[in-house]
């Protein structure tokens, strides 16, 4: 054999073999190894000078310079604080204003998914000296703008501690465990609002804004909490659809007088406030308002050196429903506000001016913007995110207040997110695709030129193509009804011609919700997915009607009726992917979680004819038994609208069942109830179903702690071996 042709023999051995070298990801690989774990750079903060941030690890707190992203030293070294940093953590921290002092969070035990009870210190960066706030653990501490006050939340009461003379002075007295509440929200306002903090400084730290809640009569859920000979049974207020909700007020402490006053809106108490704040005057606080049915916001300036008068700045009335309220961003001159609204059929921002009224575009056309990432009051711009190429991605803009002269500062299609410095001339971002782990850059906020590379991820993109070739593709088709859905899908990298695969289909399709994205979003999820495809299953995922980030026609259409279109877009993607010649139309599955268990349940039900098997995990079974914020939002009361509610639960539904079914849930689910599948599970035996489930002992929402996400996978992964 010449030269040539043992180098070309050699070569083709080489390619065969490195071509059956590809690792086999296992689940220890994804829940026990840390395999494919993406470093992410935590609480990183802009310090005040705009030039400088800090990060929080480990082992202490770093500070960092923005123009070259180098280490300049250490802000605080844990070692120094003399804590057993094995037995003790940081979970979060703040500055004071003056950056002389630091608030530290430390082991924080959790009460439901936000909120937590939690030792607090204040560290003095000059001194060095290091002071605990309260000797038991207390709730959202946070300094005044002066720094010389923490409130904080205690047993359901509201206090203000003075770290000059040490006394601490009880602002409220009454607050009562399930009746009365303090400085902080109710379980329904903290899983839909996003907002545990209920109280709010104003900028010279004079007045404190602070909710109270009386939840006497929301009715209580009870868990019952297994392990002990006699069961515990944890009793928590929650609100389900159609029934009372907290009564909530909103008072003003004044520091001078001493004395809470309370803000009168108007007489009506079957109302929400998503959002309260302080405007850049000192004396006038803004209070958000939604009424019950979430179609009507306004917005009012309470002034708390006339009377405390109350003024409407601002209303937004929709025919369906509100998105969920955000912060204003209020300018400095005491007249503007930014707010993002749907008032166009897609959403943007605009300008609001509170002494005309007057409501102008800053931004517009047919697409959704997503997150407000800065201000320059001084060159009149904003900075933003929004889903312009395409539903699934997200670029960063710059756009002048007056809506002209829009420009993208971000690259290659993916999602971005950009983190601006205290001065806006920096910002980190993070950039991923739907293949590329997140990279984190220092770019130069006027031009988006990457300054430096913080974490590329690069260990973890050398083990992903290590562990093989499945990837996500990225299309769209057209169902019968002629909607172009979005969708994603992962092949086996080495497909045999003619071959038929089982397809799988992770689904969950909630209002507003968005799983095809260009990012390496779901981690674990998306490992686990590849898994399979390398076991020879194709897993693909498609957003139908209901979904967020492609207008409020396709996202509200399922409005009073949810479900129904959800389940037929569902329908509609099992019938084009079996008619792909790669697949076996015969062998599709589904799988969910939360919403998306919702969704598989019904696909198995409703949608028998197409789906072979189906798991849910943590479903909602009938959204009777959910809260109400969440739930009237897209569904109005029981009482008013009964069919909608009963037409798609999966329970009225149980005699469809055909195929094969794993039903799971965590007993110690506060969010989707674990009665959702006792009563699912009872309808199915009613009607003489067989089917598989299995439950979580107080396990929450996410079923998660120690080996159990490694025990839930493996349990599925067996059933999908056996079934699909």
Not at 95 to 123: G, K, M, W
Not at 613 to 637: F, L, Q, S
Not at 680 to 699: C, D, G, M, T, V
């Amino acid at each position: 054999m010449n030269k040539k042709n043992l180098l070309t023999a050699l070569l083709t051995v080489v390619a065969f073999s490195f071509s059956f070298a590809q690792k086999q990801i296992t689940l220890d690989d994804i829940w026990t190894k840390g395999t494919f774990r993406v470093k992410y750079i935590y609480e990183a903060r802009s310090m005040a000078d705009g030039e400088h941030y800090c990060v929080l690890t480990a082992s202490g707190i770093d500070r960092y310079a923005y123009k070259n992203g180098t280490k300049e030293g250490m802000i605080l070294n844990f070692a120094d604080l003399g804590f057993d940093m094995k037995e003790n953590y940081v979970a979060e921290y703040a500055f004071s204003t003056d950056e002389q002092q630091l608030l530290l969070c430390f082991n924080p035990d959790y009460i439901y998914r936000h909120s937590y009870v939690a030792d607090y210190y204040v560290y003095n960066v000059k001194t060095k000296q290091l002071k605990k706030v309260s000797e038991d653990k207390i709730r959202l501490a946070e300094f005044s703008p002066t720094g010389e006050k923490i409130a904080y939340v205690k047993d359901n009461n509201l206090y203000i501690k003075d770290l000059k003379t040490e006394l601490t002075t009880q602002i409220t007295k009454d607050g009562e465990y399930n009746k009365i509440i303090y400085g902080t929200t109710d379980w329904v306002y903290e899983e839909e609002f996003a907002i545990t903090k209920g109280f709010f400084w104003n900028a010279t730290g004079d007045r404190l804004a602070y909710y109270r809640f009386d939840e006497s009569n929301v009715k209580e859920f009870s868990m019952t909490e297994w392990g002990n000979l006699y069961p515990d049974e944890y009793k928590f207020k929650y609100p389900k659809a159609g029934e009372d909700n907290s009564k909530v007020e909103i008072f003003v402490y004044d520091l001078n007088t001493k004395k809470s006053v309370k803000t009168v809106i108007d007489q009506n108490i079957d109302v929400y406030y998503p959002r309260i704040q302080w405007t850049k005057d000192n004396n006038k606080l803004c209070i958000h308002k939604l009424n019950r049915t979430q179609n009507l916001y306004e917005i009012f300036i309470v002034d708390c050196m006339n009377a405390y008068s109350v003024s409407k700045i601002y209303n937004d009335e929709n025919l369906y429903y509100i998105e969920q309220p955000e912060d204003f961003y209020f300018l400095s001159d005491n007249d503007h506000f930014i707010v993002k609204s749907e008032r166009s059929g897609y959403t943007h921002f605009y300008l609001v001016s509170m002494k005309d009224k007057s409501v102008k575009a800053i931004t517009g056309g047919s697409y959704d913007v997503d997150n407000l990432c800065y201000v320059d009051e001084k060159a009149e711009k904003i900075y933003f995110t929004a889903a312009q190429s395409q539903a699934y991605n997200r670029e960063l803009f710059v756009i002048n207040l007056d809506g002209k002269k829009q420009t993208k500062l971000s690259g290659v299609e993916g999602t971005y997110t950009a983190d601006f410095s205290a001065s806006g001339k920096y910002y980190i971002g993070s950039f991923s695709d739907a293949s590329t782990p997140t990279v984190y850059t220092i770019n130069q906020s006027k031009n988006g030129e990457v300054l430096t590379t913080l974490e590329d991820n690069s260990k973890l993109k050398t083990t992903l193509v290590e562990y093989g070739g499945e990837h996500k593709e990225f299309g769209k088709f057209r169902t019968e009804n002629g909607d172009s859905l979005n969708y994603w899908i992962i092949k086996p990298a080495k497909m045999e011609s003619g071959k038929k695969y089982p397809v799988l289909f992770y689904v969950y399709g909630g209002p507003g919700s968005q799983e095809v994205i260009n990012s390496f979003s779901r981690t674990y999820d998306f490992m686990w997915f590849r898994m399979l495809a390398q076991q020879g299953y194709v897993v693909a995922c498609v957003d139908g009607r209901g979904t967020g980030f492609r207008g409020e026609k396709f996202k509200k259409s399922t409005y009073m009726n949810l479900g129904d279109l959800e389940t037929q877009d569902q329908i509609q993607a099992a019938k084009y992917f079996g008619s792909l010649d790669y697949i076996d139309k015969n062998r599709i599955g589904i799988f969910g979680w939360s919403y998306g268990g919702y969704m598989s349940s019904l696909c198995i039900t409703k949608g028998a004819d197409w789906f072979k098997a189906a798991i849910a995990v943590a479903p909602v079974t009938t959204w009777r038994y959910y809260d109400n914020i969440y739930t009237e939002r897209y569904m109005r009361k029981p009482q008013d609208n009964a069919e909608g509610y009963d037409r798609n639960s999966p329970v009225n539904h149980a005699s469809l069942l055909k195929g094969n079914f794993l039903l799971v849930h965590g007993t110690g689910d506060d969010n989707v109830h674990f009665q959702n599948s006792m009563d699912f599970s009872n309808a199915l035996i009613k009607a003489n179903k067989q089917f598989e489930e299995f439950f979580y002992p107080n396990r929450n929402h996410g079923i998660y702690g120690g080996n159990t996400r490694l025990h839930l996978y493996q349990m599925m992964t067996d059933f999908l071996k056996r079934k699909l």
